[in-house]
């Protein structure tokens, strides 16, 4: 049965709640041509079983480890060692994350072309300072990113290729962070930013009134706020 999965490429076993990092060593070890591997929402997998997958499986480009709340920093280090030319990583409600492990990922995996940071809080301004190395990023989801102000934003807006950029309650930017976006970002097609409590920023930040810049600058914008202009 082993050998039949050798040319296995693609395997998803999100909401596989059972399996442990046990169960990564042996599926990793039958399918060590694996190319993309999704395990969202698996608590039970912890750096060991990150460690068991970047041995064995040497390939993988698309790697998602959304809602394993048990990895660690060190899983990150793995990753970033093991895969750098991955293309896209998947790391929304990694909770036990830090600074420390998002900049092992952007020191190395400069081939990134997605990035998802869904409800990580914990990320400072500090994290996001090397995000200019990842020259080819198109996707990055920072919903939730409480922590991260007009400072971590600059360093983003240098990320020129962006063409989807979600700050959805990101409660700390403000215009000053989304004019670095809109000079840096000229490539971006759809930005979220929804919250509450702020006021005045359309007006201030929207491209395209007397500012210089493109009307054309996103086709999709996303804007909401709990008091009125």
Not at 18 to 40: M, T
Not at 113 to 131: C, G, I, P, R, V
Not at 209 to 223: A, E, F, I, K
């Amino acid at each position: 049965c082993s050998s039949s999965l050798l040319n296995l490429e693609i395997l998803n076993l999100n909401g596989c709640q059972k399996i442990s990092d046990k169960g990564v060593e042996a599926i990793s070890s039958a399918c060590s041509n694996l190319r993309v591997f999704s395990i969202y929402w698996n608590v039970r997998v912890t750096d060991v079983g990150v460690e068991h997958l970047v041995k064995n499986c040497k390939r993988v480009m698309d790697l998602n480890l959304s809602g394993c709340k048990n990895i660690s920093d060190k899983s990150m280090q793995l990753v970033a060692d093991a895969y750098q030319e991955l293309e896209s990583l998947n790391i929304t409600r990694c909770i036990k994350l830090s600074d420390t492990g998002l900049q092992y990922i952007l020191n190395k995996c400069s081939s990134l072309k997605s990035l998802n940071m869904y409800a990580l809080s914990s990320f400072t301004d500090e994290a996001y300072k090397n995000m200019s190395l990842l020259a080819h990023l198109r996707f990055l989801d920072l919903c939730g990113a409480q922590n991260l102000s007009d400072q971590g934003l600059l360093c983003v807006a240098k990320c020129n290729d962006l063409v989807y950029l979600n700050l959805t309650w990101c409660v700390r930017v403000t215009d000053v962070g989304v004019i670095a976006i809109a000079e840096g970002c000229t490539s971006l097609e759809l930005l979220s930013w929804i919250f509450g409590g702020r006021q005045g920023f359309v007006k201030d930040a929207w491209p395209g009134n007397d500012m210089g810049y493109s009307p054309n600058w996103v086709r999709t914008l996303c804007l909401r706020m709990n008091e009125a202009f």
